[in-house]
């Protein structure tokens, strides 16, 4: 037992030992890269730092100074010169003329490809093929016509970086999110009945508190974690867009794991569900407007409440009228086909989220971990505040758990369909990345919830 401790000290003693070389070496490097003057060639680049880390030959498309710099004819980075680098993205639907000889850059995202961003932004002023030269992948030297034209040392992603990346969907993609998002909530229709409704009457108060809960707390709530946080506009969107969400279409089976009380949770998600049509456009302009009068930030994005209302209620409303129209007129297939479409709802969704993940990878595997503790914290506010309300005003902890669950899951996957709506958000990346977040931590988190309710008395 010594002999180990001993062997586990030496082991520990030798990676810490090479771990701080490393970061010897890696200051070193970004000493000595910040002496290299402009116009140095890769000889002596080369007898000065030596050999690069990886070399990247690239096209840079210059506007105004800034950058859209492409590798494979997509735009891989976009770097900002100094006198614009507080420049604030525009959206496709607010682009005009006199927009784009004033900022062609701010229309253009990481991740486009020539025809998108020729489309967009017009001709470059120029166009020179270069190289990146990267030591330690952190300091990177740009090369143009084989002289250094700039250094750069210990690169950062920030926050700021997801404002810039545009998460593509073929239309294919994104009418694949419509339907499986259409099939969702008319497979949540069918099992809405009246009787549902009728909790209302007989015991009210739960049902409001769960319906105050998710539409007028969380949001605020979510208000309020903004402006102490201060994220980026993007991000920011994204969170008060998923506050503004209506519950997650697996809510029910999370309650039913945690022993809540199924009923409640049914008749929420059934108000909730056909209340969203209105509610979701309404408390994201609301709260989306407010924040950007309260902050010092100037959100880059106009709130097209319209849009959102049409989108929505295409998405939802529609779906849920036939649901609805289904259950009522064929109430035996309705019974027969509710069950095979909760499953399929719950497979549908993860699918869902898996095509949004597929198509980016690259993006969320770089960047996710900007927004992983936000999404954390913020659900686990959803969480809180809807066991507290509930708790506050005595009602039982079944309806506590209900009400926690209904709140703390939220139909990201219509966040992600609105966040893709080249009308609305165009796949803004900070939006994105928030909303697809959700949509897989709100179901490790609920079902975390769920097991450890599941082993606790009422």
Not at 381 to 403: A, E, H, W
Not at 452 to 458: A, E, G, I, M, N
Request: charged share 15%; hydrophobic share 50%; aromatic share 12%.
């Amino acid at each position: 037992m010594k002999r180990i401790s001993t062997i586990t000290l030496k082991l520990l003693v030798f990676l810490l030992v090479i771990l701080l070389s490393s970061l010897a070496n890696a200051e070193t490097i970004a000493k000595k890269i910040k002496t290299i003057p402009q116009g140095s060639d890769s000889a002596f680049i080369t007898k000065t730092l030596g050999t690069p880390t990886e070399i990247q030959v690239v096209f840079r498309y210059f506007y105004q100074g800034n950058q859209a710099v492409f590798i494979d004819s997509v735009i891989r980075d976009i770097r900002l010169a100094e006198p614009h680098k507080k420049l604030k993205i525009k959206l496709k639907r607010q682009l005009k003329a006199e927009q784009k000889k004033e900022t062609p850059i701010s229309s253009l995202r990481i991740g486009m490809n020539i025809s998108e961003a020729l489309e967009r932004a017009g001709e470059p002023d120029s166009i020179v093929k270069g190289e990146d030269w990267y030591y330690t992948n952190r300091h990177r030297i740009e090369m143009a016509n084989g002289k250094v034209i700039k250094t750069e040392v210990h690169l950062k992603a920030t926050l700021e970086t997801l404002d810039w990346i545009w998460l593509n969907f073929t239309k294919g993609g994104l009418l694949f999110m419509n339907i499986t998002l259409a099939l969702i909530m008319f497979g949540i229709a069918l099992q809405i009945k009246i009787e549902h409704f009728k909790l209302l009457l007989v015991s009210p108060k739960p049902v409001i508190l769960g319906f105050l809960s998710q539409f007028l707390v969380l949001p605020f709530f979510t208000f309020l974690l903004v402006l102490i946080i201060q994220p980026t506009p993007s991000v920011a969107m994204g969170m008060i867009l998923v506050a503004a969400c209506p519950g997650g279409n697996i809510s029910n089976f999370i309650s039913s794991l945690a022993k809540g009380n199924v009923a409640l949770s049914i008749t929420l998600t059934a108000i909730a569900t056909l209340a969203a049509i209105f509610m979701t456009p309404f408390n994201f302009a609301f709260w989306g407007k407010l924040y950007s009068a309260a902050s010092n930030l100037v959100i880059p994005i106009e709130i097209d409440a319209w849009e959102m209302i049409r989108t929505v209620l295409i998405l939802l409303g529609i779906p849920v009228i036939l649901g609805i129209a289904f259950a009522r007129f064929f109430p035996n297939t309705a019974e027969r086909i509710s069950k095979p479409f909760k499953i399929f709802s719950i497979v549908a969704f993860l699918g869902f989220v898996v095509a949004a993940l597929a198509a980016n990878f690259g993006y969320f595997l770089k960047y996710i971990h900007l927004i992983a503790l936000i999404v954390l914290v913020h659900n686990g506010l959803g969480l809180l505040v809807g066991y507290t309300i509930p708790s506050i005003f005595k009602l039982s902890k079944q309806d506590r758990r209900t009400i926690a669950i209904e709140t703390g899951i939220q139909n990201s996957g219509l966040g992600l369909v609105l966040i893709f709506n080249p009308n609305l958000f165009d796949g803004l990346g900070g939006m994105a990345f928030i909303a697809a977040f959700w949509g897989i931590w709100h179901i490790v988190s609920g079902l975390g919830i769920a097991y450890y309710w599941s082993r606790k008395p009422l």
